[in-house]
C-alpha cells in the first residue's frame, strides 16, 4: 500500500474531504510516504510528487482534474516508471519499487521539511522549463540537486544497494 500525503491545493482538487483521508498505521512501503502538490508551469497543471525518505522527485505536467480523481493511482505509476527506467534502474528494481503501489491511500502533509523542499523544487522547475530541457532531463537535473545534505539520486541508488539487491 502506497501512502500520499496531499497538500491542501491538492486534496481540494481530489474532491477529498476528511472522510476520505486515510488515518491508521503509515504503510510499511520501501520508500515510505510520498508528498504531491498542485503547482503550474506556464499556466499548465502539474503534478509535483516527491519521496518522503530519498527526496527523489518527478512532475507530472498538464494533468486535468479528471484525470487527478480518476486516474492518480495510474498516473503515479506510469511516471514512476518512467523515471527509473530513464535513471537506468534494473528491472528489478523497478518491480521492488512499483509493488507498493497496488493500492493506494491518501493523507495529509506532515514535514514542513519535505514541504520546503518541494518548494525548492517547483522553483526550479519553473526555470528549467524555460532552459529548453525535455521533462526527463528536467526531472533528472533537479534529481541531482543537493537538498541540505540530501542528493535525491544518490540517496535512492543507496537504498536500492542495501535493500533491494541484498541477499
Known sequence: MQLIRCTKKLLVEL???EAGLYSGVEPGAVLGAWYANLIFIDRKKCLLFANE??????????VSRKDLRER???IFRENWRR???????????????????????YARTQSKQ????????????????WDGKSLDEAIS?????????IFPM??????????????
Open 15 to 17: 474532491g477529498l474531504g
Open 53 to 62: 525518505k530519498t527526496l527523489v522527485n518527478f512532475l507530472v505536467v498538464d
Open 72 to 74: 492518480l493511482p495510474e
Open 83 to 105: 523515471l527509473l527506467v530513464y535513471e537506468g534502474f534494473s528491472a528489478a528494481a523497478v518491480q521492488a519499487f512499483l509493488v507498493d503501489c497496488d493500492q493506494f491511500v
Open 114 to 129: 519535505v514541504l520546503g523542499c518541494m518548494n525548492d523544487m517547483a522553483l526550479n522547475y519553473r526555470w528549467l522549463h
Open 141 to 149: 537535473d533537479i534529481n541531482d540537486t543537493p537538498y541540505g545534505k
Open 154 to 167: 544518490d540517496e535512492l541508488k543507496a537504498l536500492v544497494k542495501n535493500t533491494i539487491q541484498s541477499p
